[in-house]
Every structure is written in structure tokens, then in C-alpha cells.
């Protein structure tokens, strides 16, 4: 069924409509008298939602073991505002006697997990970023350079892989599509820079933003969430990155200098080694330096965005800022 999603709740809404179960609690006994209560943690393509489901008879504790996590389940409710956080709130029973949780059977749950075309506020879908980012590809005239770009996007399987991983578990663009959404973005940002200084390269630079992140296609796998493969936990994506741009440059005889440039972004795009945010070397040329900025840039952009627009910190209707500190370079721990 579609029903309400998550970004529309707001309180006092009645909620009927399908989610995903990500987590569950452990089931509790009310305080002062009868009953008991369990917590979830619920999910749909717009994000996600914590709900309280109580009751007062045994018949709670047969809904608590019947609903696991990755389960998706029809929850029927009202949306309410608690401690400042928008919550879903579920009563045992509805008023004509029957559950107000049931299990759905053979749903598809990659249906509930966000991509870039179910998140309002971004405002820009797969369709525009598929296109921009070919057209961004279209900027590189160095003929090695898109020698490189062409081994690995124009490979059909790589970019179904790279055009769906998200960028992040979770700090930005944790979703479908993300990578995409984010290498679009840096590479964007990245030659705005750089067309403010003519001498700077401009095709190493777009072409360094493209395949900056290509690590992340094996650091992050997708199932019912995202979630860090074994790979990514023991190496990261800037490891895994630098060695497949490094591989590839050397079996298409890229020039040397040329191959090392590239790796170097690659190694490099996460600023200064003090910061300790994975980069092992500091960025040491113009062009390193610039994805390094831009990265870091649009990464920070999203997570103040994010905040703003509700998805991790609830705010009061009507404000237009958040008091929100985010990783970054400018607030080094």
C-alpha cells in the first residue's frame, strides 16, 4: 500500500502505511502500572522514525516476537511530537478490535531504502545527475585522461554499481545514488574553482573529482540498509580507490607522471594527514588540493542541509538555521 511517508508526518497525523523495520527493542514493563511497550526504529524511502508500540495484555508480547528486524510491517497510528522529536505512536488495538501492526509478507525491501529520487529536498533526481555527470565527463579533452574515465564509467556493469552506492553509512549521501549525487556535486564545485585560475589543469581536476570516490563501490554494500563490507571495514575507500586508479592507469599505459597525479588526488582528497580523517599523504599540488576542497565542501554543505531540512536534528517549524557542527576540516577535533 503507499499511505504516508515518512518526510510528510507531522503531529497529530494519522498514520495507516507500510515500513521497514531497522531496529527493535527489547520488550518493557510500564512504570507504576500494567502494561508493556517495545520501541522500533522504522524506515521508508523519505527516512526514518522511531515508534512506541504499548499495550496492556499478553498479546503484546505475541506482536513483539512476530516482527523481526528487515521485516516490513503495516503500522497504523498517529505521528506525535515528544521530547521535540516527531514519533510514531501505536496503540495495542484500534477501536473496531483488530492489530494495529501486521507483518507484510514478500515485501521488497530495497523499496524502503532512500535514494536520491525520494529525498524532497535535494531537489534533483538520478535522471539530471546521470546527465550532468556525462557532461562533466564531456569537459576532459586530455585524451589519456578520458582513456581512464572511459575504462571505468562507460563499463556498463561499474556504472550500475557506481551509479546506485551510496556515499556514506551515514555522515552524507547515505543513499541510492548517493555516490553519484556527490561526485556530481565535487566535481561541479571543484571546477569552479580551479576556472578561477587559468594555469591550474583543468582536465586533471575534473577527472580527479570522477574518480575520487570510485573505492566506495567496494567499501559499501546494499541490502535492506547500507552497510560497510568486509573489504571497505579493513582497507577504506581511499586504500581500494587508489589501487584500482593506480591498476587500471598502469594496464592502459597512462604516462607516468600522469598516473602517479592521479593516485596522489585519490590518496589525498581527505586534506591533511592531521586531520586524521584517512588521507595518507597532504594534497601537495593545485589540483589535489582543489578536490581535497571540494570533497570537503559538499560533504559539509549536506550535512548542515540534511540537519536543516529535518532529517537529523528536528528544528521548530519556520527556522532557517541549525546550531550544528559537523566533521570537517574547520572544526578539527
Same mark, same amino acid.
Given at each position: 500500500?503507499?499511505?504516508?511517508?515518512?518526510?510528510?508526518?507531522?503531529?497529530?497525523?494519522?498514520?495507516?502505511?507500510?515500513?521497514?523495520?531497522?531496529?527493535?527493542?527489547?520488550?518493557?514493563?510500564?512504570?507504576?502500572?500494567?502494561?508493556?511497550?517495545?520501541?522500533?526504529?522504522?524506515?521508508?524511502?523519505?527516512?526514518?522514525?522511531?515508534?512506541?508500540?504499548?499495550?496492556?495484555?499478553?498479546?503484546?508480547?505475541?506482536?513483539?516476537?512476530?516482527?523481526?528486524?528487515?521485516?516490513?510491517?503495516?503500522?497504523?497510528?498517529?505521528?506525535?511530537?515528544?521530547?521535540?522529536?516527531?514519533?510514531?505512536?501505536?496503540?495495542?488495538?484500534?477501536?473496531?478490535?483488530?492489530?494495529?501492526?501486521?507483518?507484510?509478507?514478500?515485501?521488497?525491501?530495497?523499496?524502503?531504502?532512500?535514494? #536520491?529520487?525520494?529525498?524532497?529536498?535535494?531537489?534533483?533526481? @538520478?535522471?539530471?545527475? +546521470?546527465? /550532468?555527470?556525462?557532461? *562533466? %565527463? &564531456?569537459?576532459?579533452?586530455?585524451?589519456?585522461?578520458?582513456?581512464?574515465?572511459?575504462?571505468?564509467?562507460?563499463?556498463?556493469?561499474?556504472?550500475?554499481?557506481?551509479?546506485?552506492?551510496?556515499?556514506?553509512?551515514?555522515?552524507?549521501?547515505?543513499?541510492?545514488?548517493?555516490?553519484?549525487?556527490?561526485?556530481?556535486?565535487?566535481?561541479?564545485?571543484?571546477?569552479?574553482?580551479?576556472?578561477?585560475?587559468?594555469?591550474?589543469?583543468?582536465?586533471?581536476?575534473?577527472?580527479?573529482?570522477?574518480?575520487?570516490? #570510485?573505492?566506495?563501490?567496494?567499501?559499501?554494500?546494499?541490502? @535492506?540498509?547500507?552497510? +560497510?563490507? /568486509?573489504?571497505?571495514? *579493513? %582497507? &577504506?575507500?581511499?586504500?581500494?580507490?587508489?589501487?584500482?586508479?593506480?591498476?587500471?592507469?598502469?594496464?592502459?599505459?597512462?604516462?607516468?607522471?600522469?598516473?602517479?597525479?592521479?593516485?596522489?588526488?585519490?590518496?589525498?582528497?581527505?586534506?591533511?594527514?592531521?586531520?586524521?580523517?584517512?588521507?595518507?599523504?597532504?594534497?601537495?599540488?593545485?589540483?589535489?588540493?582543489?578536490?581535497?576542497?571540494?570533497?570537503?565542501?559538499?560533504?559539509?554543505?549536506?550535512?548542515?542541509?540534511?540537519?536543516?531540512?529535518?532529517?537529523?536534528?528536528?528544528?521548530?517549524?519556520?527556522?532557517?538555521?541549525?546550531?550544528?557542527?559537523?566533521?570537517?576540516?574547520?572544526?578539527?577535533?
Amino acid at each position: 500500500m503507499a499511505g504516508e511517508k515518512i518526510a510528510e508526518l507531522e503531529d497529530g497525523m494519522q498514520v495507516d502505511s507500510t515500513f521497514l523495520v531497522v531496529e527493535k527493542s527489547d520488550l518493557l514493563p510500564y512504570r507504576g502500572k500494567e502494561g508493556y511497550w517495545f520501541e522500533m526504529t522504522l524506515q521508508d524511502r523519505t527516512g526514518r522514525i522511531k515508534a512506541r508500540f504499548w499495550g496492556s495484555d499478553d498479546g503484546v508480547s505475541e506482536i513483539h516476537e512476530s516482527i523481526n528486524e528487515v521485516d516490513v510491517i503495516r503500522v497504523r497510528g498517529i505521528a506525535k511530537v515528544y521530547d521535540g522529536e516527531l514519533m510514531l505512536n501505536i496503540a495495542q488495538r484500534l477501536p473496531d478490535g483488530s492489530m494495529s501492526i501486521e507483518v507484510v509478507d514478500g515485501a521488497d525491501v530495497r523499496d524502503y531504502i532512500p535514494s #536520491v529520487d525520494s529525498i524532497p529536498w535535494l531537489r534533483r533526481g @538520478y535522471d539530471d545527475l +546521470e546527465r /550532468e555527470f556525462w557532461e *562533466l %565527463f &564531456g569537459t576532459v579533452r586530455n585524451e589519456d585522461l578520458r582513456r581512464i574515465l572511459s575504462s571505468f564509467f562507460s563499463d556498463e556493469e561499474f556504472w550500475k554499481e557506481f551509479s546506485t552506492a551510496p556515499a556514506a553509512v551515514k555522515v552524507h549521501s547515505a543513499y541510492v545514488n548517493g555516490l553519484l549525487h556527490h561526485t556530481v556535486n565535487v566535481a561541479r564545485i571543484a571546477r569552479a574553482i580551479a576556472q578561477g585560475y587559468p594555469i591550474v589543469d583543468m582536465d586533471l581536476v575534473v577527472a580527479g573529482a570522477l574518480l575520487h570516490d #570510485v573505492g566506495k563501490v567496494r567499501e559499501y554494500g546494499i541490502s @535492506y540498509k547500507i552497510f +560497510e563490507t /568486509e573489504e571497505g571495514g *579493513l %582497507f &577504506g575507500h581511499i586504500f581500494i580507490g587508489a589501487e584500482m586508479v593506480d591498476q587500471r592507469s598502469r594496464e592502459l599505459g597512462l604516462p607516468d607522471r600522469l598516473r602517479k597525479k592521479l593516485v596522489h588526488i585519490i590518496l589525498s582528497h581527505h586534506g591533511r594527514v592531521s586531520r586524521g580523517l584517512g588521507s595518507p599523504v597532504d594534497p601537495k599540488f593545485p589540483e589535489a588540493i582543489i578536490v581535497a576542497m571540494a570533497d570537503e565542501s559538499d560533504a559539509m554543505a549536506f550535512q548542515y542541509l540534511n540537519a536543516l531540512n529535518g532529517q537529523e536534528l528536528k528544528r521548530k517549524k519556520g527556522e532557517f538555521f541549525v546550531n550544528f557542527r559537523p566533521l570537517g576540516w574547520l572544526y578539527p577535533d
